[in-house]
T-cell receptor
Framework: GAGVSQSPRYKVAKRGQDVALRCDPISGHVSLFWYQQALGQGPEFLTYFQNEAQLDKSGLPSDRFFAERPEGSVSTLKIQRTQQEDSAVYLC?????????????FGPGTRLTVL | DAKTTQPPSMDCAEGRAANLPCNHSTISGNEYVYWYRQIHSQGPQYIIHGLKNNETNEMASLIITEDRKSSTLILPHATLRDTAVYYCIVGYDYKLSFGAGTTVTVRA
């Protein structure tokens, strides 16, 4: 079956540009997560959605980062005025249920390079 | 603060069992132990999780010590495709804290 997909797979931006990264979760999955993975490090949590509600955005590094999931399915992570330190792989994950722990299914990620 | 401690790397021979240790001495009573792995250029993949009892599935076995302060992930017959970074994670909800993991290299 179809897994989590992300687009684009690679994005190069000039410093100061805005970028939008898309995530298509597994159909029917209630929960959606975004993670940031710097080179050589493990993924770090950014934000969590339950359907269309953003319940946790504690990991977003600055107010330049914004995520939405308006219809409870596709999600977009937007980064405004990109900086070089934003260069990383951005991973999206979804899980079937909400509350407590449920297995998270990850997409392949979007590699963002800010020049 | 890191909740788990893993060796940075380890090698194992193809066809042999791979035993991956993880220390989590500050684990709380309601926290689970999860294992994920990440093959190069892919997103992390769930392997297994447990609370107190040992667990086994088609991919691996998880052995948790009685005091729950450490655990071991066992890949029974490692293949070249098992080469990956393995993450031991402790928690009770959706927020996974991955840490640096153990880079496992399976050699022919």
């Amino acid at each position: 079956g179809a897994g989590v997909s992300q687009s684009p797979r690679y994005k190069v931006a000039k410093r100061g540009q805005d970028v939008a990264l898309r995530c298509d979760p597994i159909s029917g999955h209630v929960s959606l997560f975004w993670y940031q993975q710097a080179l050589g490090q493990g993924p770090e949590f950014l934000t969590y959605f339950q359907n269309e509600a953003q319940l946790d955005k504690s990991g977003l590094p600055s107010d330049r980062f914004f995520a939405e999931r308006p219809e409870g399915s596709v999600s977009t992570l937007k980064i405004q005025r990109t900086q070089q330190e934003d260069s990383a792989v951005y991973l999206c994950a979804s899980s079937l249920a909400s509350g407590g722990y449920n297995e998270q299914f990850f997409g392949p990620g979007t590699r963002l390079t800010v020049l | 603060d890191a909740k788990t401690t893993q060796p940075p790397s380890m090698d194992c021979a193809e066809g042999r069992a791979a035993n991956l240790p993880c220390n989590h001495s500050t684990i709380s009573g309601n926290e689970y132990v999860y294992w994920y792995r990440q093959i190069h250029s892919q997103g992390p993949q769930y392997i297994i999780h447990g609370l107190k009892n040992n667990e086994t599935n088609e991919m691996a076995s998880l052995i948790i010590t009685e005091d729950r302060k450490s655990s071991t992930l066992i890949l029974p017959h490692a293949t070249l495709r098992d080469t990956a970074v393995y993450y031991c994670i402790v928690g009770y909800d959706y927020k996974l804290s991955f840490g640096a993991g153990t880079t496992v290299t399976v050699r022919a």
